[in-house]
């Protein structure tokens, strides 16, 4: 935990978070104030300095949606021409782990979609969880 710095990215219960800030509590311990990075939920954790942490790697691409099926899974193709299927609308993830403003951001993905227009989603991945987190619409 002592090698945890301000900026760096740690897993915490579970969420890949960023540290916004590192405060020595006691002689053997450390107070971390974190940031969800999916959900920009703030959170504090104390942890003993031994302690040992996942770093999770987060990546953002941008794929062209091409369409939403029935359960709410948007259809994208990546620059190579590579399609998945396999990402949800942000207001069909669970609560608990999704981006704010979900419903909105669902609701310009289909509403621009079902005008013809090119909608570009920027996917962010972090530990086990895939989410659309932006929009553009051109």
Known sequence: ??????????????????VMDVRRQ???SLVFDVLDVFTAK???????????FEVPHVQRLAYEALGVD?????????????IRSD?????????YRAVPGARMLSKKI????????VVEVIVQ???WMVQIVDVKVT
């Not at 990402?87 to 609560?95: A, F, K, Q, T, Y």
């Not at 289909?110 to 227009?117: A, H, I, S």
């Open 1 to 18: 935990a002592s090698e945890i710095r301000k900026g760096g990215l740690i897993v915490i219960k579970g969420r890949p978070c960023r």
């Open 26 to 28: 006691s002689t053997k």
């Open 42 to 52: 703030k959170s504090e954790e104390v942890v003993q300095y031994h302690d040992a």
């Open 70 to 82: 029935e359960d709410g899974h948007v259809s994208v193709i990546d620059g190579e021409g590579q």
């Open 87 to 95: 990402i949800e609308l942000p207001d069909r993830v669970p609560e």
């Open 110 to 117: 289909v509403d621009c979609l079902q005008q013809g227009k």
């Open 125 to 127: 991945s972090a530990h």
